[in-house]
């Protein structure tokens, strides 16, 4: 019997699912085009979204790829199917990320658990409260980013001080850099459009107190009536790393994030993704363990973990507009 493949309707619906995927800026960096006849889709980056003063290796447009491949294998296995991934499949394609084979199963994955939280999961720049994560869900987020190939470091007291002296350094670098305040303005409040970036209601308040490493994308900029708060005195931060840092690792570290942040949001968390210190390398190696596993040698991106209010979704391109169907030729 001839193995059936996924309709153009499937795909379609998992690509929209792919989509609500975190990005840097939300710039969802992503393209797809799938061949029904062949039942493979690709995953492509595109270069028309990357941001060349803060990502110019394009590790963050792999990790965003590969956040929203992610999304696609639990949509998909959702539905009854499963996705057979080849990352960056043709070396000579560099816009290449991944390929998407797709079958059928008989019994239950795993995968398709996390499936309500797609929808559910925003990046939230709100304060969260001083209650502890437990620990059995902490075990639970490492375990995530393991079953991805890659490692979730909790911080302790005196590391999370260390990380706030480097994102703050970072910080300052952002404000005396006007390339890079110019391109995180093409993203965020008056650049964001009703299709991607951040718009202003998603700022999240002014931090006039706490320390929690929250990105203010308003710097250097008039943000007037926008409200002030306290953030959380000792935050809850962890660092997601990969045991290498070639496109690939990046890839994979955004399979890794995506899963931890989906299984966070079952589990009542809310999540910040902090991409600040690892924009510079020399800030980024500053945030490396000495004492973690190898699998997290390579810090690809800071998190923040706790309990704060349901916050907004941000926008999200039409499927129509990232995913082309290649039709075959009349015979």
């Known amino acids: 019997m001839p193995t059936r493949h996924a309709d153009v309707a499937a795909v379609s619906a998992w690509i929209g699912d792919a989509t609500m995927a975190p990005s840097m800026h939300n710039a969802q960096p992503w393209r797809f085009r799938y061949s029904p006849a062949v039942n493979v889709l690709d995953v492509r980056m595109d270069p028309t979204r990357s941001m060349p003063r803060t990502d110019p290796a394009d590790r963050g447009m792999h990790i965003s790829c590969g956040a929203a491949l992610f999304n696609l294998r639990v949509a998909a296995a959702h539905a009854g199917w499963s996705a057979r991934v080849r990352l960056l499949p043709d070396p000579a394609d560099y816009g290449l990320a991944a390929t998407a084979v797709f079958t059928e199963h008989d019994g239950p994955d795993t995968l398709s658990t996390l499936y309500p939280a797609i929808v559910r999961r925003h990046s939230s720049r709100e304060p969260f409260t001083d209650e502890s994560v437990p620990e059995a869900l902490l075990d639970g987020l490492r375990g995530a980013a393991r079953s991805e190939g890659a490692s979730m470091s909790v911080l302790s007291d005196w590391q999370v001080d260390a990380v706030l002296d480097v994102v703050e350094e970072a910080e300052q670098n952002e404000s005396l850099s006007p390339d890079v305040r110019d391109e995180i303005a093409r993203w965020t409040g008056a650049g964001a459009d009703d299709s991607a970036g951040i718009p202003g209601y ?79 390398t020399e800030l980024r190696w500053l945030l490396r363990d000495p004492g973690a596993p190898a699998t997290s040698a390579f810090p690809q991106m800071l998190l923040r973990l706790g309990y704060g209010p349901l916050v907004p979704p941000t926008p999200r391109r039409a499927v129509s507009d990232v995913l082309d169907i290649e039709r075959q030729a009349a015979s």
């Open 202 to 280: 998603a700022f999240g308040p002014h931090r006039h107190d706490g320390r929690a490493p929250v990105r203010d994308f308003a710097v250097g900029r008039p943000d007037p009536g926008r409200a002030s708060a306290v953030f959380e005195r000792y935050p809850c931060l962890a660092v997601l790393g990969t045991s290498a840092d070639r496109p690939q690792d990046w890839l994979l570290a955004g399979q890794a994030l995506e899963r931890v942040l989906l299984q966070a949001t079952l589990d009542g968390l809310s999540t910040s993704l902090n991409s600040q210190a690892v924009e510079n």
